[in-house]
């Protein structure tokens, strides 16, 4: 059974910087996929970045590139996005998904492309 638990949310202030992390249980890190997304309330769930581990490349939605990295640690089996310079725009839950393989056509920024999901981490960023 596929597992991804997110921690490392919490409420922090305008500027701070943060670390997300999430651990991957039942699943590897190989020809496949990882990334983070968030949904803020009243919003569509957005996708933030992903990693393609065949490869080790990421691609990041180009609103989020400039303050946001992805990474990970495969033989830890745990994905990572930092945060930082954050908004109060930023509030919002924080998911870790994958996907069990990798297809060059697939736009994985898009959350119907991901096959297993965590239950979400929440980022509140006060003004």
């Known amino acids: 059974e596929v597992q991804l638990v997110e921690s490392g949310g919490g409420l922090v202030q305008a500027g701070a910087s943060l670390r997300l992390s999430c651990a991957a249980s039942g699943f590897t890190f190989d020809d496949n996929v990882i990334g983070w997304f968030r949904h803020a309330p009243g919003k569509e769930r957005e996708g933030i970045a992903y990693?393609?581990?065949?490869?080790?490349?990421?691609y990041y939605a180009e609103s989020m590139k400039d303050r946001f990295t992805i990474s990970s640690e495969n033989a830890k089996k745990t994905m990572y996005l930092h945060l930082k310079s954050l908004k109060v725009e930023d509030t919002a839950t924080y998911y870790c998904a994958a996907a069990r393989r990798y297809y060059t056509a697939f736009n994985y920024l898009n959350q119907w492309a991901m096959d297993f999901w965590g239950i979400g981490a929440l980022v509140i960023v006060s003004s």
């Open positions: 990693i393609v581990n065949g490869d080790g490349s990421t």
